[in-house]
């Protein structure tokens, strides 16, 4: 079919338009793995379990060794958006994504659809580091110096820096121009994490807010010394995602040692005499049989790894017999979840801050597609810490995450469909969205004592875990919300923000109608609870793994990913991650040098 585009100046623009566009097709394309060709009993010295984050670090890193590697993952290629930092959220919610809820409790969360939270996860290669904000972040010294304290100096701050280090490609300026920073970081890694020299008039007034309320301004916001109020640095490359899949996967998959099979799902671990030697795979509606000689390596994540063990017979023994499954080892799998807990406040403030027209939004696509530069490039950017402890001053409790909404954004759907509040929640914020700019401000606790859990529904491998969220089940975690919103609000009352009119948003909640001040708060935050998208801790060392990652009690199974982490790190969980997949890969390398 031919295309008339018109004549002069007009038809010419046109004409570049089309052809930059489909050139802009290849240029948003990345050599993602091929699929595999495995017949079904093949054997390899290595299984990975799930090509997320963890598991795609680990099977590259395996794939150096003179060893054959089968890495396994269910769901396919991440889609052409999940490079584009300013698309981050497209996929959740999709077929990308695992779209796992929590269990309704009656007790949080009661703001939310059934009472239930989103648990976005992702279902492709990259899992989760194919959907995430991009923020690389660290957590603090406290948090790995507390699991040395009982794993053993391998997990010592003083020891886990090297292994950041090592897949870090550090070329954010605000930090490499500062010889105190340069230390903490790494220059010959893999993963680029980078950090934009110049800063956006929204975030510049937020700042302000936040310097006036008494925060330092931090240049590196994974500095372990100091705390306050700063912009993150993140795995951005030429304004593409970067991520373990597209920095270490994506080029390892070239060596003739690896294999990597797509849309294959794995249903059990296959043991005998409480020794793992393969896996059970559904792939095309077929069963496979594939087998290890060395380890079965399971890196699914912190709700399908607890899913797996448990469907292999490897959990509580009284959960297992409830729905039929021989017990192979009784062990707390599942049990010790636990996740940051975010509460979305809400200001509304007159024009300005935020203010974007759609030219420009139209303009920054063209820009993206034409140079890799715009504010698709940009992901969530500011984040500020506070300290409620005395005698810990530079180690943060909370978290505030500050987003701007511009004027009828069309935040209505993405209310109910991303965050899951219930529709007259999300008609309340769209409705003020139509007078007023929102600036959100999630209020993040780091370090929550409640406990959930992980359990099958039944013993089919279809069908979804159950996940109990526990959110609140202790107290404690409730007691510094009212003091931690109270400083979000306090932003409306600086001096910027003052002079837009800001205002909290209030939500109306019956169930908080008419408490006094610090009670309504922290009836909001019980009320308005959601995932922070970091959970952790299903297969937890000290629990179910030792502190070498193996699995207690069975021989050649070991798990890497979030779910070996006892307790949260004070931070986003995605570069830890990668440091946790470093650190087994030494463990396994060392134990066959010694062998």
């Not at 990975?48 to 003179?66: K, N, S």
């Not at 497209?90 to 939270?117: C, E, R």
């Not at 530079?394 to 004027?407: E, Q």
Request: with cysteine; net charge neutral.
């Amino acid at each position: 079919m031919e295309l008339t585009c018109g004549s002069g100046v007009a038809g010419a623009s046109v004409a570049a338009a089309l052809q930059f566009f489909a050139a802009s097709q290849c240029l948003l394309q990345e050599a993602w793995p091929p699929q595999a060709r495995v017949p079904n009993g093949s054997k390899f010295d290595f299984i990975v379990v799930g090509a997320g984050t963890a598991g795609a670090a680990l099977a590259a890193r395996l794939a150096e060794l003179p060893h054959r590697v089968l890495l396994l993952e269910a769901g396919g290629d991440p889609p052409q958006e999940s490079i584009i930092p300013g698309f981050k959220d497209s996929m959740k919610g999709s077929p990308y994504d695992w779209n796992f809820t929590t269990v309704n409790d009656h007790y949080s969360s009661q703001a939310l659809q059934d009472g239930s939270q989103r648990q976005p996860r992702g279902r492709m290669l990259g899992g989760s580091g194919s959907i995430n904000d991009m923020i690389y972040a660290r957590g603090f010294p406290a948090d790995y110096d507390e699991w040395a304290s009982t794993e053993g100096d391998n997990w010592s701050w003083a020891n886990v820096l090297k292994y950041f280090k090592k897949t870090e490609h550090i070329t954010d300026e605000r930090i490499t121009k500062f010889s105190e920073l340069v230390e903490y970081h790494g220059f010959d890694g893999e993963i680029e994490v980078t950090g934009k020299k110049e800063s956006t008039f929204t975030t510049e007034k937020f700042l302000e807010g936040f310097r006036e309320l008494g925060f330092d301004i931090v240049r590196d916001m994974t500095n372990p010394n100091v705390i306050g109020a700063g912009r993150f640095s993140h795995t951005i490359r030429d304004g593409k995602r970067d991520s373990s899949l597209t920095a270490l996967l994506n080029k390892a998959s070239k060596r003739d040692n690896l294999f990597v099979l797509k849309d294959a799902l794995v249903t059990k671990v296959l043991m005998e005499d409480n020794v793992a030697n393969g896996v059970k795979v559904l792939l095309d509606n077929k069963e496979f049989h594939f087998y290890a000689e060395q380890e079965v390596i399971v890196s699914a994540g912190t709700f399908n790894t607890a899913k797996l063990l448990l469907l292999s017979g490897i959990g509580p023994k009284e959960d297992l017999k409830k729905v039929g499954i021989e017990v192979v080892k009784d062990l707390p799998v599942g049990e010790n979840l636990h996740d940051h807990i975010m509460v979305l406040t809400y200001l509304a403030a007159e024009n300005g801050t935020c203010y974007v027209d759609d030219k420009t939004k139209h303009l920054n696509t063209i820009k993206y597609l034409y140079d890799m530069s715009g504010s698709l490039t940009h992901t969530s950017e500011l984040g500020a810490y506070i300290s409620f402890n005395n005698s810990a001053k530079n180690v943060p409790d909370f978290a505030i995450y500050s987003t701007c909404m511009p004027l009828n954004s069309g935040f209505y759907d993405s209310c109910k469909r991303l965050l899951g509040f219930k529709p007259e929640i999300c008609e309340k914020i769209s409705s003020a969205n139509e007078k007023y700019e929102i600036l959100t401000l999630a209020v993040v606790n780091l370090k929550p004592k409640s406990r959930g859990k992980v359990t099958l529904q039944s013993a089919d491998p279809l069908d979804v875990p159950l996940i109990y969220s526990g959110t609140f089940s202790d107290s404690r975690d409730l007691v510094n919300y009212p003091a931690a919103m109270r400083v979000a609000h306090s932003l409306a009352d600086t001096s910027y923000f003052r002079s837009k009119g800001a205002f909290v948003l209030d939500l109306g909640l019956e169930e908080c109608k008419g408490l006094r001040e610090r009670s309504k708060r922290k009836c909001v935050a019980r009320a308005t609870a959601m995932s922070a998208w970091h959970a952790v801790g299903t297969a937890a060392m000290g629990l179910v793994v030792d502190n070498e990652l193996r699995v207690k009690g069975v021989r050649g199974l070991r798990v890497v990913d979030a779910s070996v982490m006892p307790k949260v790190i004070r931070g986003n969980t995605n570069a830890p991650v990668v440091m946790i997949a470093e650190l087994a890969a030494d463990f396994i390398k060392k134990r066959l040098t010694s062998a």
